[in-house]
């Protein structure tokens, strides 16, 4: 569309109409603001609801009692083996020892004079390496085209459980084939026919024998393909290292710091909610829209977090059916402190009384009588749940309201371009108008004056 931008009328119509434009648009601009404002608060409630979820994991590390029988296990001599206990240990101690580590089998073949000649001399013919139990798998070997370096390299692409190398002990080659894994169960035999001469077969060229681990306590022997060794002492895991005919003393204990830590972890993740609700909730002095300030929802969520806390759980049996007597007490600001050593106190004095305030569970899907963890984690999982839980249903409403700004924005926008439009054809009409004006004023005059 062509413009004249004032030249008759001598206005500035591109200034006008940029004024009048940017005039209708102001309602465009306050629901921008109000979008922004939404988006403050899902990203507000988004940032509640993640650090929930957090929490959530940390209760879900506590709803259940063993979880919260945790175990250490100490080796006398750690040198010889190390020991890892799990929470189906139970207390005591053991004297073992280890008799037999678990090993692969390691062959060796005769002394070659060159690794690199096909007239190595060792023969041609078929190699059969037989792995444990597992299938005969036969090896094609021609001295005339493979030195003993292409032996090892078919021996290694082939399916066998095993792996080959050549060594040189400074004066002769040797090839060497070992087993992929230890035990007994993998030993390895070798049949060579033909010619071939490699002698894997030789009772005299095993260097290593596949064997299992053998260890012994109070009387009794127990044997592991590998050299870690489970399920002979209920939850606990044996890594052995060394041989040894003294006994080492493994000692299982409870392990009240690592229940210690996981209550620690959720002492933090409330915090961390709480703090974040009560960062929109606060007041700086003057009334803000972008936050969440007095929000049912996260008013809704704040309390039952705290109702759980702060509850006494019935059915325990115990003197400890409260956080506040386990050394979590709730501040003044909602968050909660924590005392390890009163924990640790209660753990020793009544275990089970605090395992059941934290997991104690009636079996059913309701949070009543349930321990605190157990409680927190369902009641997290109702609030965060899609499509139906509560903060869900709140963040989607507030997601919903941006996507109708959205479409209200859209149609402004496009109202305003075509109120744009019609003013430049307004002001276009105009400036042609008063053109023709000033041209038949000028040719009047031109006329009477001539």
């Known amino acids: ?12 119509t591109g200034a006008i109409i940029d004024a009048l434009v940017e005039a209708s648009r102001q309602p465009i601009n306050r629901l921008q603001t109000k979008k922004s ?27 259940k009692a063993s979880e919260l029988a ?11 083996l190390k020991a890892t206990a799990s929470s189906s240990a139970t207390a005591g101690s053991y004297d073992l020892t280890v ?27 078929t190699l059969s390496i037989t792995v444990g139990s597992a299938a005969a798998v036969d090896i094609t070997i021609d001295d005339s085209t493979q030195t ?18 050549v060594i040189y002990d400074g004066s ?43 260890v012994t306590f109070d009387g009794i022997t127990v044997t592991s393909a590998t050299n870690s060794l489970s399920g002979a002492i209920p939850g606990l895991t044996l890594e052995v290292y060394e041989t040894t005919a003294t006994p080492v003393t493994v000692t299982i204990d409870s392990d009240f710091d690592a229940v210690s830590d ?21 007041f700086s002095g003057e009334a803000r829209t972008d936050t969440l300030m007095g929000d049912a929802s996260l008013r809704s969520a704040k309390r039952q977090l705290q109702q759980i806390v702060s509850t006494q759980v019935s059915g325990t049996g115990s003197t400890y059916d409260a956080l506040s007597r386990v050394g979590v007490t709730t501040e003044r600001d909602g968050t909660l402190s924590f005392s390890s050593s009163k924990l640790k106190e209660a753990l020793a004095a009544d275990f089970q009384g605090v395992s059941d ?13 349930d321990g605190v963890a157990v409680t927190m984690a369902r009641q997290i999982e109702s609030m965060l749940r899609a499509p139906d839980g509560t903060l869900q249903v709140r963040k989607d409403g507030l997601g919903d309201s941006v996507s109708d700004i959205d479409d209200r924005i859209s149609m402004l926008e496009r109202r305003a371009d075509s109120y744009e439009e019609g003013l430049v054809r307004q002001f276009t009409a105009l400036e042609q108008l008063m053109s023709g004006i000033q041209n038949q004023g000028n040719f009047l005059a031109s006329y009477l004056g001539g």
Do not use: C, P, W
């Open 1 to 12: 569309m062509i413009t004249f931008g004032g030249l008759a009328s001598g206005l500035d």
């Open 37 to 63: 404002d939404y988006n403050h608060k899902i990203s507000a409630l988004s940032d509640v609801m993640n650090k929930l979820s957090t929490l959530q994991k940390s209760a879900e590390a506590l709803d």
């Open 70 to 80: 945790s175990f250490s296990a100490k080796s006398s001599n750690e040198d010889v």
């Open 99 to 125: 008799n037999t580590l678990a090993s692969a089998e390691r062959t060796y073949s005769d002394t070659f004079a060159s690794k690199d000649t096909t007239a190595a001399g060792f023969g041609a013919g």
């Open 148 to 165: 003993l370096e292409d032996v090892a390299a078919a021996i290694n692409s082939s399916s066998a459980a095993v792996s080959a190398n």
């Open 172 to 214: 002769n080659y040797r090839l060497v084939v070992q087993g992929d894994e230890t035990g007994a169960a993998n030993a390895i035999t070798f049949s060579e026919s033909g010619t071939l001469a490699l002698n894997l077969d030789e009772v005299a060229n095993e260097r290593q024998a596949a064997t299992d681990a053998s």
């Open 262 to 282: 996981k209550v620690q972890s959720f002492v933090d993740d409330y915090n961390a909610v709480i703090e974040a609700i009560n960062k929109q909730f606060s």
């Open 357 to 369: 305030l934290f997991a104690l569970t009636d079996g059913d899907d309701q949070t009543a009588n």
